[in-house]
């Protein structure tokens, strides 16, 4: 409801109420009629009506907007472009590749930008060839190693070798129990290549090593063989006061194997990492994929079983 509508509406009521309380003639009828006549104009009001109404006054009213002293931004039509450098007036249309090529610093940033781009792909594809001998290298190796720990969990051989935990702790007389060999591929979304190729072994001896140590001898022997994941059993002596005086060690002859050729794709290479092989402990070595052939497998069989072999001479070709 308008401005003038309120406006007449309250000027009823009030007359009406001034009426009533001046106690005069007919105020009560008066009331009623003034009543009924403003619901009758909220009934007949039409707001579609209205609001045309308001917006003409407002269209009415855009010629103050006019002010010379105001200024607005220049609205300029897509696909035109304005000559900022000089004030060419808008209209005329822009060439961005002409633009864009006449640039000195674009122009040098885009041809080292091009060099670098070759350098790059010269480099992935050394590295994809580098990392396919790799992947080829390690499928070799499995499937050697596959097929020799299945001969030798038949065969059951001798090894010739013993293996040193102290000057008066020595493992021998040991014999191939068991052997497995394994390998794990990268995920698809990163080729898929072969990296890691595993085997595992278990030597045994049925000879029970008695060690005895005295106060903190017990302690170094203890970690020494826990290191090295022997199994033994240890009987402490204190003494009253609970201070360790000696101990006797009962050491297992059972020796647990594990070899892993992992590939190195950064450097190309691959990384031999081997527990317990040669002598108790962890070793480490880096080949090339090129010296992996059936002589170095062989010689590392050798090697595996204790037997004069020429692995490490080969393996530094």
């Not at 790799?134 to 038949?154: A, E, G, P, R, S």
């Not at 007389?173 to 068991?178: H, M, S």
């Not at 990384?271 to 059936?294: F, H, K, Y």
Request: proline share 4%.
């Amino acid at each position: 409801m308008n401005d003038p509508v309120k406006s007449l509406a309250g000027s009823a009521v009030l007359d009406a109420i001034r009426a009533k309380r001046e106690k005069r003639s007919g105020g009560i009828r008066n009331i009623a009629e003034v009543e009924a006549s403003l619901l009758a104009d909220i009934e007949s009001f039409d707001l579609n009506e209205a609001e045309r109404v308001a917006r003409g006054e407002q269209l009415a009213n855009v010629g103050g907007m006019a002010d010379p002293t105001l200024s607005f931004p220049e609205i300029v039509p897509d696909g035109v472009s304005r000559d900022i450098e000089h004030g060419n007036a808008p209209g005329k249309p822009a060439d961005p590749g002409l633009f864009v090529h006449s640039s000195n610093l674009l122009g040098k940033l885009r041809h080292q930008a091009e060099e670098r781009r070759r350098e790059l792909d010269s480099e992935m594809v050394v590295r994809s060839a580098a990392n396919l001998a790799i992947d080829k290298t390690l499928k070799y190796v499995f499937f050697y190693f596959h097929d020799l720990v299945q001969q030798l969990n038949v065969v059951k051989p001798a090894i010739e070798r013993k293996y040193t935990a102290a000057e008066d702790v020595a493992i021998g007389g040991l014999v191939w129990q068991e052997g497995f060999a394994d390998y794990r591929t990268q995920p698809q979304s990163a080729g898929a290549m072969v990296e890691l190729v595993s085997l595992s072994c278990q030597f045994a001896s049925p000879v029970l090593i008695d060690v005895e140590r005295d106060g903190p001898a017990v302690d170094r022997l203890r970690n020494s063989i826990f290191d090295y994941g022997l199994q033994f059993e240890c009987k402490e002596y204190r003494n009253k006061r609970g201070y360790l005086e000696r101990a006797d060690f009962r050491i297992r002859g059972e020796i647990a194997i594990s070899v892993r050729w992992r590939a190195d794709f950064t450097n190309g290479a691959i990384v031999i990492e081997a527990r317990n092989l040669e002598r108790l402990g962890s070793t480490r070595m880096t080949l090339r994929p090129q010296a992996v052939d059936q002589k170095l497998l062989d010689q590392f069989g050798g090697l595996l079983l204790g037997l004069p072999n020429r692995f490490r001479e080969l393996a530094g070709r």
